[in-house]
């Protein structure tokens, strides 16, 4: 689990699918089991005001996206309202989301070009390619699947890369765009792989 501050009023947490298995739920738990979920949400919550320096009170609005390969990032936000309940008191609003796009970072555009000719192969020719922090990162929506085992998929292009906790809008906003669009055959055009 990764937490992070991002102002007096703000931090992110980022669990991988092997975070909530060490803690007993799975990617489904998540939309069937309310009451695990609550509870696994409290705990991270103390966890991470106990790591922060964080004073939790009020009313969190809490932001949970799923992303598909990834884990889950969790945006807190403490809302500073006026409640005549005691001072312990800790109301939570959570708002669940599942991302439909994967976002894997890699060392080397090298490990790019590698990963294009396996998807290629797979009938994909899209994808959008970005470079950020020294990082590439590649950008596979659900179309660009076409109509392939979206887990199949994942596993071939986890040998080449790491699954990224950077959102699509992060990266819109602070990355440098590689290659807009059909990525996957433009690496395999331009590197003849």
Known sequence: MRIERVSDSQFTIFLTFDDLIERGFTKEDLWEDVTGVRNLFSDMMYEASSELG??????LLVQVHLMQAQGMHVIVTQHHETINWDEDFVEMKVT???SKELIFSFDEFEDVIQLAAYLH???????KIYFMDDRYYMLI??????GNHKEHIIAIILEFSSPSIITSTRLKEYGKVIMERTAIRQIVDTFHV
């Open 54 to 59: 964080f004073e939790l009170g009020g009313v």
């Open 141 to 146: 929506e659900e179309a660009d699947l076409s």
């Open 121 to 127: 192969a797979k009938s994909m020719d899209g994808g």
């Open 96 to 98: 669940l989301d599942e």
